[in-house]
């Protein structure tokens, strides 16, 4: 279709959906693996690197799509400061998106840990061993992993705001494909 | 329509509790909510608490040398596990870590009638396996919790700088789990060197062989130097147990046998306090070469967080709870020593003395 979409195409609206219950997955996971004494330490633990790496692929794929496809117009009746706002927050949620995994694969590497993302299958070290290095990148996993939350709350906080207070479609155009039928 | 009747006022605030709930969810995960909950920062706190922070040291185990060599495996392991560290004619390198437990990283050889052996062997393919031993073959607690109020009971009286012995007589009273540990360690003269001691897992692994059978294991390093009693000459210098080593190194290899011991069925393999009869089947896998050591402000085995869960395939962690409470706790003390070592705040390396400063 070459007319103007006012809906996100079905590939980035999947990409999404996925990506933003695997992110939140993740982030719980993060938070509660490093707290928790239990065994549930252990599983959250193995989980977190594959998910990682599997977040680390889909936002590679998912950028390609954004500049590929595109993105539906925001409406045109937003105020300025909220237009900057969305673009920056989309800015910032791709950054960290993409940082995250890098940084837990390199905090990895640079602390000595094998990668391993399931019995047998590890990732080489894409950083040197270096506990200086580790304590930097492990402070930066924590504090991007915190931002990346907060920045996600806004955006929910956002997407509620657009379908109950605006009503303006911003919601809709991620949460379902164009209507069929057209005037 | 219902969308008009809603007031403003009420659609904010459901936007608000939303985003709240949400918010709480993560802090509440995070632990955040529940100050008291005993959570792996909460475990280090309290030794901190206890024992003071000696920066740039692990949280326990502060006092110890860095050791280096290898594992040549003989191929008898392989009838348990598939791990490519038990391959015939198999060398593995390893970095290993004596040390005695504490947090106090000058701390007198002979204050602690305990001895610890870790290791991490680097598998040909990038594999890691990590184990941290004992010289005693079980642990005096079951769960992390008992841990924990053990470590509350030990507490050093400002007074005495000691444990109150009455509260650790009330902590065994209450913890009847902790008598086999105790009953082990009266009969049990600690070794005159880190050379000539056993060291355990204590904790159960599950082995898986290629075929996919999967069966519970303990291991355990068994030294080729026969056991001599630590002397009364010995317990007078703080450092013996260091000098000792570099003196027998000094002068050739030091070496231990492998023996992987295999569980029966209904062998227990979630309780550390509890040792498998004498009789089950034990498998020599092969024999750990040891032939360089160095202080562990300068060996390769500082920078190392072993972790006993960092395993190759073919080994597992057991379903014993103390497993993932060493490696939630573990982490916990190498971030913090290594952000010590980042900021400048860990304590250089004096002169004049060999023992790890």
Redesign the interface.
Known sequence: MKRETQHFTAVARLLHWLMAVLIVTM??VG????????????TL?ALHRPLGIALLVLVVIRAGVRVTRGTPPLPADLPGWQRVGAKASHYALYAMMAAMPLIGWSMLSA????V?LA??V?L?PIAP????L???L??AHTWVALAL?ATV?LH??AA??HA??R?DGVLASMARGEPRRRA | MTRTTICMPCRLAAIAVAVGCAAAAFAWTAGWLTPKRLDAPHLIDTFETNYGVHPGYRRNHAKGLCVEGWFDSNGNGERVSRAAVFAPQQRTPVIGRFAIPGSNPSAPDASVPVRSFALLFKLADGEQWRTGMNSVPLFAVRTPREFYQQLVASKPDPATGKPDPAKLAAFNHAHPDTLPFRQWMATHTPSSSFANSRFYSINAFIATDAAGHARPVRWEVVPDTSYEPETAAQKAQPDFLSRDLDARLAAGPLRWHLILTVAAPGDPTDDATRQWPAARERIDAGTLVLQHASPQRIGQCRDVNYDPTVLPAGLAPSDDPLLAARSAAYAVSFNRRTREEATGAAAPAPSGQDSPP
Do not use: E
Request: aromatic letters at 16%.
């Open positions: 982030l719980f938070v509660g693996m490093v707290s928790t004494v239990s065994r549930l330490h252990d633990l602390g000595g840990y094998p391993v019995p047998g590890q080489p061993h270096n506990v200086t580790y304590a930097w492990r402070a939350y709350l929910f906080a509620l705001f109950l207070i009503r």
